[in-house]
């Protein structure tokens, strides 16, 4: 089954090159004939990937970002690490490598307890009956790189010591639970197809739930409440 979705990945990865290529020179265009109809798109695209939610945000801060070089460089380097993931559901959960942050090198099976799920988000909800951890992992929106206006100042990592500075921003926000980071190779990120964020459950060793992209609420899935409902819908 593995082999499958790997091959799966591998085969599909040059159409999302090209879709992404062509979004951006479809966005370009539309921009320089309409931008009004543009900002109407990219305002409906904004609300399924939920960022006309975030406050801190308003459209003049990441709508245009769509439309600069940033965006297609960092969405295709994106999709280059996510062709080594090996997290699919149902199959071992990859025991990667990360750094707390006072430095110290773990592993993810290290947060696994009692054969509880381990939940990447969501503490408030699920805090009854899953373990919660963060990992923090490349800089989604550095301010050398795919930029949005009126965000933390945070540059691109250039070793550990930049990242675990980052994470520490990430706690200041409290996240009420653990946060560690990836290592500079990006084990983690490139095993679990993170970028730029993932939500997974893992369970025994084993990955049982994983959003396609981003860090949509298990509440919303209907295979995921159908099949652990009982444990996990008492929201």
């Known amino acids: 089954m593995i082999l499958i979705w790997k091959l799966f990945i591998y085969l599909s990865t040059p159409c999302?090159?090209?879709v992404a290529c062509?979004?951006?020179i479809f966005l370009v265009l539309l921009n320089w004939i309409s931008p009004s109809l543009t900002k109407k798109l990219l305002l409906n695209m904004g609300r399924k990937s939920f960022m006309t939610q975030n406050p801190k945000f308003k459209y003049e801060d990441w709508g245009p970002t769509f439309m600069s070089l940033n965006f297609i460089k960092t969405v295709?380097?994106?999709i280059w690490t996510n062709l080594g993931q090996?997290?699919?559901v149902g199959n071992k959960a990859p025991d990667s490598p990360v750094v707390t942050l006072d430095?110290?090198?773990t592993s993810i099976y290290n947060y696994l307890k009692d054969n509880r799920p381990l939940f990447k988000q969501l503490v408030k909800d699920f805090s009854y009956a899953a373990d919660f951890l963060v990992v923090y992992i490349a800089e989604a929106h550095s301010t050398d790189g795919w930029v949005f206006a009126n965000n933390i100042d945070i540059k691109k990592h250039q070793n550990l010591g930049d990242r675990l500075a980052a994470a520490r921003v990430l706690v200041e926000e409290d996240p009420l639970c653990p946060v560690v980071v990836d290592e500079m190779s990006d084990r983690t990120t490139t095993k679990y197809g993170a970028v730029p964020e993932r939500l997974y459950v893992l369970q025994a060793g084993k990955v049982i739930y994983k959003v396609v992209s981003g860090l949509r609420h298990p509440r919303e899935d209907e295979s995921f409440r159908s099949?652990?409902?009982e444990g996990f819908t008492t929201l």
């Open 16 to 18: 999302f090159v090209c």
């Open 22 to 24: 062509m979004q951006f």
């Open 76 to 78: 295709i380097g994106y």
């Open 86 to 88: 090996e997290a699919f």
């Open 103 to 105: 430095g110290t090198t």
């Open 227 to 229: 099949k652990y409902g």
